[in-house]
């Protein structure tokens, strides 16, 4: 809370409770904080703990520079790399309203929903990836060339880093056919 407190609005902020975890994330541990002493929207924040700083720190960018060209995604208030205490790179952001699309998808649930779903999800698909496409690329490689940021910047390399951290050994020294694959596409 130190490092939150030290934030413009949240001087006099307090956790209302213990976090409560946030699941449906691909690779981050997420929690949400409900605090006292801040104003709506930042009284609920939902924290990312990330376990690659490299990545976390790219990703971080990307969320910034992409939220200033007008991507609807929640405010970052806090963010901070493997040193923060936290047990790795995280990002403090606001909690967006609503629901994930996926949520509360398994068994019975999943076979009702699954019409609806079918008819729903490539349309949404579509329109976030049209979003993201309609950004200009130019202000978040500026970005992350000038934080310096080393991370994989295709899903080869991420894929190939994440199962490396997954493994009981070292990451793999050349890409798996799984990741190299998904790196053509």
Request: aromatic share 4%.
């Amino acid at each position: 809370m130190g490092l939150l407190r030290a934030e413009p609005g949240f001087e006099d902020a307090e956790l209302a409770g213990p976090p409560q975890p946030l699941t449906g994330g691909f690779w981050a541990s997420m929690s949400v904080l409900r605090l006292v002493g801040a104003a709506p929207p930042a009284d609920t924040l939902v924290l990312r703990v990330m376990p690659d700083p490299a990545f976390a720190a790219k990703e971080t960018v990307f969320h910034r520079e992409t939220a200033a060209q007008g991507l609807p995604v929640p405010a970052i208030r806090l963010a901070g790399g493997a040193g923060g205490g936290l047990g790795g790179a995280f990002i403090l952001m606001d909690r967006a309203p609503g629901r994930m699309p996926l949520e509360g998808l398994g068994g019975a649930a999943a076979i009702r929903r699954l019409p609806s779903l079918s008819r729903r999800l490539p349309d949404l698909l579509g329109q976030v990836t049209a979003a993201l496409h309609a950004l200009d690329p130019a202000p978040v490689q500026a970005a992350l060339a000038s934080a310096r940021v080393d991370a994989p910047r295709d899903p080869g390399g991420f894929l190939t880093g994440t199962a490396g951290r997954c493994s009981t050994g070292p990451p793999p020294s050349s890409p798996t056919p799984s990741t190299t694959w998904r790196s053509r596409r």
